[in-house]
């Protein structure tokens, strides 16, 4: 069956440094979306993506966040200069939309550490 | 906005018997979805059921069944016949329907299926 998958699983990085956390989406899904958890809070939405635009973003995703299908397989977020409290697990998500409902398929998860 | 609350951060069950998830949403909408979402250990969130807010019936799906409360705005998940392997975090998400994609989840509730 197919899946949405992430990598890495895990990343270590300095305060500062840039992180891109990679995500292939399911192959003929073309509405794309990112999800943090903050250890012990909620799941939060960060951002929609379709047909190349970011449809919907929240608060949370200010210019340091930035999404980008740069082909037609991985799905991106890219995080310019890393703060502590960016570290948290990052879930990327995926949807046909052709049901009557949004059904997000999820992936496993980039666990980011800010050190 | 919306919110979602789970109020029962761990709870557990034996083997074979049934268990009840709470959850609370607070919007002014009339029309969303609701949605059950299982994460077990290391792995990506599934979704277990869904129910439409307009439909009064109860979703049903195997031995997961919701008891769906639209003016109390509650959405319980219960569980019959529990199995080992529904060892797993649990999120009450909630979705408008028709306007922004974004999943509004809860915090989790840790469920835990002794042998």
Redo the contacts between chains.
């Keep these: 069956e197919p899946e949405v998958t992430q990598t890495p699983s895990h990343q270590v990085t300095q305060m500062g440094q840039e992180v891109i956390l990679r995500c292939v989406p399911i192959s003929n899904h073309l509405y794309f979306y990112w999800y943090r958890q903050i250890l012990g809070q909620k799941v939060e939405f960060l951002v929609s993506f379709y047909n190349n635009e970011i449809s919907e973003k929240s608060e949370i995703f200010d210019d340091q966040f930035s999404v980008e299908r740069p082909d037609g397989s991985n799905f991106t977020l890219k995080i310019r200069s890393t703060k502590l409290e960016d570290s948290a697990m990052y879930f990327c998500a995926s949807s046909d939309r052709t049901s009557g409902y949004n059904e997000q398929f999820f992936g496993p998860g980039t666990r980011l550490t800010v050190l | 906005a919306q919110t979602?609350t789970q109020s029962q951060p761990e709870m557990s069950v034996q083997e074979a018997e049934t268990v009840t998830l709470s959850c609370t949403y607070d919007t002014s909408e009339n029309n969303y979805?609701l949605f059950w979402?299982k994460q077990p250990p290391?792995?990506?969130?599934?979704?277990v059921i869904?129910q439409?807010a307009y439909k009064q019936q109860n979703a049903t799906e195997n031995r997961f069944s919701v008891n769906f409360q639209k003016a109390a705005k509650s959405f319980s998940l219960k569980i019959s016949d529990s199995q080992l392997g529904d060892t797993a975090m649990y999120?009450c998400?909630f979705?408008n329907?028709g306007g922004?994609?974004?999943?509004?989840?809860?915090?989790?509730t840790k469920l835990t299926v002794n042998p």
Excluded at chain 2, 100 to 108: D, I, M
């Design positions: 979602v979805y979402y290391s792995r990506q969130m599934i979704l869904r439409e999120f998400a979705m329907w922004s994609e974004k999943l509004v989840f809860g915090k989790g």
